[in-house]
């Protein structure tokens, strides 16, 4: 599993509807009493359906992405990103844990 970290601020829905234009979408919207359950379903779907997600900073929800891009490529070109703008990882928590503590703006989570 590699996950896309972008540290780049980029206009969430911007980034939303750039990804919306290639994929069909399931959203999980939470709270902070319901966030850890769908956390782990919205994981689970995604190891079951090789689908991908999308984390942002504050907007509660999760979204599962059902097709086979590559996601980091048109993300990268749309919105001009260079390797300062992100990090990419094999850990499943980091990226939520990052985009949590503000240290990122969003995450693309693969299994």
């Known amino acids: 599993m590699l996950n896309l970290i972008i ?3 980029i206009e969430p829905y911007m980034l939303l509807e750039t990804i919306k234009e290639y ?4 959203e999980f919207s939470f709270d902070g009493s319901n966030k850890a359950i769908l956390k782990q379903h919205f994981l ?6 090789k689908a991908f997600g999308l984390y942002m900073k504050n907007v509660n929800k999760f979204y ?7 996601v980091k490529d048109i993300i990268t070109k749309a919105f001009d990103l260079t390797d300062n703008d992100f990090e990419i990882t094999e850990d499943v928590h980091k990226p939520f844990d990052m ?3 503000g240290e990122a703006e969003a995450s693309v989570i693969t299994y």
């Open 99 to 101: 985009v949590d503590s």
């Open 64 to 70: 599962l992405f059902n097709a086979n891009i590559n």
């Open 7 to 9: 540290r780049k601020w």
């Open 44 to 49: 689970k779907q995604l190891r079951d359906t």
């Open 23 to 26: 994929a069909s979408t399931e």
